[in-house]
């Protein structure tokens, strides 16, 4: 079996995706999950925290990454939420023109599972301010995609997202279920969403795609892997 390597992108102060893409894979014989960091540290609409989200850092850290030979290149970050698609449309385009590499990002996956889903309305758990919030609500209403409901937790230190409890997102996510949504969204790859996400699903009948969980399975298309194959993780694997 060729072995598939993936390549992700990640925000210096994430301490959430590398073990649950770890996790996730464990299973999956032959592919395996690199990592290539630059700095973000805060998320707010501020012009330095904009700034952590410039081409040039995201693209030099694609290089080093390519170096290992990668078979696809994400974007493992949600930032494209609120500062419109075209930001990572624009960034997988600049990656694989620089490295060869196909690239792909979380945001557009999970904009992907929802169009294959249907997904009309969805609920949307985040750690985010409510500027962040509101712009990222605003961006997915503008492409036709409606939130009716969603929770934000306030933070702006991204470290700090990655301490939300799996209990406190399991009940965020249960309380958006209540609310009747095609699909809830927990937008965040700093939070520890993914491993809840099958039970949540089994209790509710309503699809959970959790940030990291999208961002592997574009991934695994993106390098002509099967998402298949990655099992007891919810239902997106299973497109």
């Known amino acids: 079996m060729t072995p ?7 925000p210096s102060s994430n301490t959430v995706l590398e073990p649950y893409t770890a996790a996730m894979l464990a299973d999956v014989p032959g592919v395996s999950a690199h990592f ?26 694609a290089d080093l990454l390519a170096d290992s030979k990668v078979d696809a290149i994400c974007w493992n970050g949600t ?80 470290f700090a ?19 009747g949504p095609d699909a809830i969204v927990v937008y965040c790859t700093n939070m520890a969403g993914a491993r809840i996400a099958d039970q949540i699903e089994r209790d509710t009948g309503i699809p959970v795609l959790d940030s990291t969980a999208a961002a592997l399975w574009t991934s695994l298309r993106t390098a002509g892997a099967d998402p ?3 099992k007891g993780w919810g239902s997106l694997f299973e497109s």
């Open 79 to 158: 930032s494209a939420g609120w500062l419109g698609f075209e930001q990572d449309e624009a960034l997988c385009a600049a990656i694989t023109e620089r490295t060869g590499v196909a690239a792909c990002s979380a945001v557009l996956g999970i904009n992907a599972l929802f169009e294959r889903r249907g997904v009309k309305k969805f609920g949307l758990v985040s750690p985010y301010t409510d500027e962040i919030q509101d712009q990222i609500i605003s961006n997915y209403a503008s492409h036709g995609w409606r939130c009716t409901a969603d929770q934000r937790l306030h933070i702006t230190e991204n």
């Open 228 to 230: 298949t194959a990655v």
């Open 4 to 10: 598939i390597r993936l390549g992700m992108l990640t």
């Open 36 to 61: 290539g960091r630059f700095r973000v540290t805060q998320i707010s609409m501020d012009a330095d925290a904009q700034a952590q989200f410039t081409l040039e850092p995201m693209l030099a850290a």
């Open 161 to 179: 997202f990655a301490t939300v409890p799996e209990a406190t997102i399991d009940r965020l996510c249960r309380e958006m279920a209540e609310t």
